[in-house]
């Protein structure tokens, strides 16, 4: 007979004002209290000298060499010995409740990192929580579970775990009867400003392009153009999961310079988008921001990529304006707007980074695609009414 036999703990989850038991998958948000029972039943008289509830935060990342595991949040308190039963004996088929509360911090423990960074950004960065990644089982939005595009190789998850002990005299030592763990989702803030400059792997990015325009029939030099990009202002993901679409606004800045007399200023053929989300993963540490490596093959080594479905713009025409070096200058806003998918905030942990880029093609008729690559920061805004907590507050909830 296993103890499991013979003891059983429950734990629920609470939300709200009205204190009703949750019915569905909820997203914590930093600065929200999670609030549950621990229900302790035992099918004989039994004595537990000690339970020990916590919020356990914690990363698994795989590569082809191996596998890691960090714990990086580990807020636990004990329940005050006044809350047990007489003797510490919990008596047979009677229901013990506890009641615990934690908050959803907004920054871990100074020694969840402490490895070497080339930046006291990284740290800071790292430093931030997470938010939950890669788990099916609740990953989603609200109520619904739905895929977040973690590959397989990551994982983020938070829980909160009750553990029964019991004191062996002789030793002083504390023997574990039980553990038990819930899973939660959580989905912390992230600032509209990117903790990192996501600019400093350039390698990954490409902003600015310029080919030479052609003439379709005598293949004639008509001219050179010039494609840059300026990288979007930051998408916000609104509160609560709400289904709002996320929009922003990129800007492009094309630029001309006509090689003949006649000036024949290029027009727009196509013009496609597409977001692509990046993790980057690793079972040591990034110790700066991460970039793409990729095998002998050609195939990536330490990141993973998920291509959202492009999408496509109809431009009118340009309007080219001359400028004061005897060329052409026109700009073009375009709207961005995110699909309608659970994606996770732009983060970064030691083992494990989610960043997003856009990749916009352009055709001009008589010259080679314009491929430009931008990051994209994605961020999760801060419920007004939480105030910005730096050690979780833990206690009873009398
Ligand atoms: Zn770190």
């Known amino acids: 007979m296993s103890i499991t036999d013979v003891l059983s703990v429950d734990i629920a989850l609470r939300r709200g004002q009205d204190r009703t038991n949750e019915l569905y998958l909820y997203s914590h948000l930093s600065g929200d209290r999670i609030q549950g029972v621990a229900t302790v039943c035992s099918h004989y008289d039994l004595q537990i000298d000690g339970i020990e509830i916590s919020f356990i935060g914690e990363e698994r990342t795989t590569v082809q060499t191996g596998r890691t595991h960090r714990q990086f949040q580990e807020i636990k308190y004990l329940i005050a010995d006044s809350y047990f039963p007489p003797g510490n004996l919990f008596k047979e088929r009677e229901q013990y409740q506890f009641e615990f509360t934690f908050e959803v911090p907004d920054h871990l423990s100074p020694d969840a990192c402490n490895h070497t960074t080339t ?62 763990r819930m899973k939660l989702r959580v989905k912390p803030a992230v600032d509209e400003k990117p903790p990192l400059d996501l600019l400093n792997s350039m390698n990954d990015y490409c902003l600015q392009a310029d080919h030479v325009v052609l003439d379709g029939r005598s293949k004639e030099e008509l001219g050179q153009l010039s494609v840059t990009l300026q990288p979007p202002k930051s998408f916000r993901l609104p509160l609560r999961d709400s289904h709002n679409l996320v929009s922003s606004t990129v800007n492009l800045v094309l630029r001309y310079h006509s090689t003949g007399d ?83 905030p732009s983060f970064h942990t030691c083992l494990v980074s989610r960043v997003y880029a856009l990749d916009l093609r352009l055709v001009v008729p008589g010259a080679p695609p314009f491929h430009l690559t931008t990051p994209v920061h994605i961020y999760a805004e801060r419920d007004p009414s939480a105030l910005p907590s730096y050690i979780a507050s833990v206690g009873f909830d009398s």
């Open 262 to 344: 006649q000036p024949d200023l290029p027009q727009l053929q196509s013009f496609r988008g597409q977001l692509i989300a990046t993790t980057f993963y690793t079972t040591t540490f990034h110790d700066d921001v991460p970039s793409k490596k990729k095998d002998f093959f050609g195939r990536p080594k330490n990141y993973s990529e998920t291509q959202f479905p492009p999408f496509s713009y109809s431009i009118a025409s340009l309007e080219w304006m001359a400028d004061e070096n005897h060329g052409y200058v026109a700009s073009l806003p375009v709207p961005v707007t995110l699909p309608r998918l659970n994606l996770i």
């Open 119 to 180: 930046s006291p950004m990284i740290r800071l960065a790292h430093l931030r929580p997470p938010p939950s990644f890669g788990d099916p089982s609740v990953s989603g939005l609200g109520g619904k579970l739905t895929d977040d595009y973690a590959p397989p190789t990551c994982k983020i998850l938070y829980s909160i775990q009750v553990a029964l002990f019991r004191n062996i005299p002789v030793i002083v030592k504390r023997d574990v009867l039980l553990v038990k």
